[in-house]
């Protein structure tokens, strides 16, 4: 596989996807198809609270009726979080080795967080945990207790920048603006941060495509990626879609694909996202073959686009 490009699906199967998951979606497969590369579609699925092995059908019924495929992934569990803990163990050993991990004691609230993505007004990180200076008198005096602790990585004072593909360079001093952060919950389930780095050194993803909610953590997975001794891939982080001052959301009860399904065709769901993103001037129905020629960053909105539902009724 040496010199192709590989992008990837990475929904969680925690509810049905609406139209801002699609509209990354999109641009994730349109970027490694541009690139003749090709595409995984994973499942991150690490909070066993939340995902169903349904929401991971209508995932991928979801993808195929939109007419984006992919070369490897679901429904090989090989390609779940949830199967994958022997990789993500591994991985925490390799940091406790060099040093870099250490039990933490905070809220539970930021624990659970800790294995999904983040989302915008979350909290994800203490840039002073008082955790990490705890002398071992006082790790045993809270072990003691028999409250488990989640797990920190302890991150450097240096500035780390992503050369992102569509909004330029980010960067950030990882001690100063994220602080140390959780990679394992208390209950052991890993966190949303050491999973996904793992699973993108592990499994040769050359272009990471999601939306601009994300460009934030890119820093910390690619400092992540590196210390494991791999090479980071490239970032590219697209507009996202809002309703009101809010992204879209499954959390909120964003109209979902499941319902639009039953009244658009996926032609004109494409041409629609398409004409909204900026890659083309006019909302005619198309194909996501037909959109790869035409395929451009440069032509992808860096603002976030407002969306409003009362013209899901006008689709050809």
Sequence with gaps: MDGVQTGRFAPSPSGYLHMGNLL??????????????????????????????????????DFRWLGLDWEAGWPDPAYAQSSRTRYYEAAFAALQEKGLVYPCWCSRAQRLAAASAPHPGEAEADPGCPCAWLSRRQRAALEAGGRSPAWKIRVPDRTVAVEDAHYGVFSQNLARETGDFIIRRA?????????????DLLMGVTRVVRGRDLLSS??????LIETLGGQAPVYAHGPLLTEGADKLSKRQGA????????TVRPEALTGRLAWLCGLTETDEPLS??????????????????????????EFP
Excluded: C, H
Excluded at 187 to 193: I, K, L, N
């Design 187 to 199: 209950d052991g389930v890993f966190a949303y941060q050491l999973a996904v780095s793992v699973d």
């Design 218 to 223: 890119a820093p910390r997975q690619r400092w």
């Design 24 to 61: 990354s979606m999109l641009l994730a497969w349109l970027d490694s198809r541009a690139l003749n590369g090709r595409m995984l579609f994973r499942l991150e699925d690490l909070d066993p609270a939340r995902s169903k092995p349904a929401y991971a059908a209508a995932l991928a019924e």
């Design 288 to 313: 996501p073959r037909e959109l790869i020629p035409l395929f451009s960053w440069d032509r992808v909105k860096r603002e976030d686009i407002p969306l409003e539902f009362g013209k899901f009724s």
């Design 255 to 262: 109209l979902s694909t499941q319902v639009l399904r039953q």
